[in-house]
């Protein structure tokens, strides 16, 4: 009994087989298609993912080692001052090259945090376009605050990178606490900081944080200070994190770039 | 689509083969060098300053 009555359905459809199956079998072949379109998009979501997050690290790790090197290798060749010098110019004799002006695009020396790795070092490169910041650099805050740069007097020497992709080198910022040194170097100077406050997230608009004196970091006046700024979550831009420091010391560069005790110590 | 693909390929089942590989390895670099570059900025996972939102400085 249960036999025939499964069965029945079946047979009227079995006797109107071949025209609808041609239509099924179309539908059907649409359908494969599509499943097919799906997969690819998935695929290639995949590869985005691998692109972001691996193949930008490896084109801008690529790139800012290069520029490293450069940027030493200039360092190394002698008095002349930084990358904006045209070469054959000669700067006036005993003039200290730390005042020159850095124009976008011109690297300015290295960040090094040694809570963020032993031998944590980054260049530091004028600008925060998008192009300057995907070579796998800090990039130097022109705007909406143009930074002071560490041998002014006064003012937030702003700094932004990314957090993933493109070198990814303020990855870990959220591993600089309260007390952990920071230090610029240039030509000719170590600047250290000491990191006084941070700040876990706030928003994208929130462009005191880069202002020479950063709100909510808790600087009361004008001094010497630095920001760290970079997006939070991780894998994410949803917010904006900043870590703040002022400056503690100024060391001269010795001839064999003996780096301060800050970054001996780790 | 890829059996309709796999079909008009010319050659033995290794040939085939030897194309498909080919082929996915040009899609892939045709998509890390122009593509995905093309695609990154358009999508909010890259910027890292504060900047007001007027996209500036963003990256």
Known sequence: MQDDETAQPVGPGREAAPPAGRGRSRALAALGVFGELLITLGLVLGLFVAYSLWWTNVQADRAASQAADRLRGSWAAGPTA????????????????????????????????????????VLIRMGTSTEVLDEGVAGVYEQPYRAAMPWDQAGNFSLAAHRDGHGAKFHDLDAVHKGDAVVVETKDK????????????????????????????????????????????????????????????????????????????? | MYGFIWRHLPGNTLVKAAISVLLILGIV???????????????????????GGDGAASG
Not at chain 1, 198 to 223: C, F, H, N
Request: hydrophobic letters at 35%.
């Open chain 2, 29 to 51: 670099y045709l998509l890390f060098t122009y593509v995905f570059p093309w695609a990154e900025p358009l999508l909010p996972f890259g910027d890292v300053t504060v900047d």
């Open chain 1, 190 to 266: 170590w600047y250290v900081y000491k990191v006084d406050n941070t700040l876990a997230e706030t928003s994208k608009y929130d462009t005191g944080i880069v202002a020479p004196v950063p709100a909510r970091s808790g600087y009361a006046g004008p001094g010497r200070y630095i920001t760290l700024t970079t997006c939070t979550p991780v894998y994410t831009s949803r917010y904006r994190m900043a870590v703040w420091g002022s400056l503690v010391r100024v060391d001269d560069v010795d001839a064999k770039r003996t780096p301060p005790p800050e970054l001996r110590r780790s």
């Open chain 1, 82 to 121: 930084g990358p904006s010098a045209a070469p054959g110019t000669t700067p006036a004799p005993g003039a200290p090259s730390a005042p020159e002006r850095f124009a976008a695009g011109d690297d300015v020396g290295f960040l090094h945090v040694p809570a963020m790795g032993r031998d944590y070092q």
